[in-house]
């Protein structure tokens, strides 16, 4: 079992930065295919990066904007968010599993989730 605990999320004006962590127990994260995603108040989860070995994929909607990251010596994944919008508003999710997705249900582990709330 691999737990997840997310932080690093708050309250932020529009063009500002955060800078989001998940914190992995249980497991070492050396192995597994890590990533992030978010829900929106009203809206269904969506994808927003993730990371496995060289290979890093982002959602447009972040492309350009966000950046993972991962230290598997502190065994902690990171999610870089610069120029912030409105729009980025939800909770973020940090997951873990064997293969690289784009879909939620495809992980295997899935952190409880922390709330980014950006103002205009």
């Known amino acids: 079992q691999v737990q997840l605990v997310e932080s690093g999320g708050g309250l932020v004006q529009a063009g500002g930065s955060l800078r989001l962590s998940c914190a992995a127990s249980?497991?070492?994260?050396?192995?597994?295919?890590m990533g992030w995603f978010r829900q929106a108040p009203g809206k269904e989860r969506e994808f927003v990066a993730t990371?496995?070995?060289?290979?890093?994929y982002y959602s447009d909607s972040a492309k350009g904007r966000f950046t993972i990251s991962r230290d598997n010596a502190k065994n902690t994944v990171y999610l870089q968010m610069n120029s912030l919008k409105p729009e980025d508003t939800a909770d973020y999710y940090c997951?873990?599993?064997?293969?690289?997705?784009?879909?939620?249900?495809?992980?295997?582990?899935w952190g409880q989730g922390t709330q980014v709330t950006v103002s205009s």
């Open positions: 997951v873990a599993g064997k293969f690289q997705s784009s879909r939620y249900d495809d992980y295997d582990f």
């Open positions: 990371t496995q070995g060289s290979g890093t």
């Open positions: 249980g497991r070492s994260i050396s192995a597994y295919s």
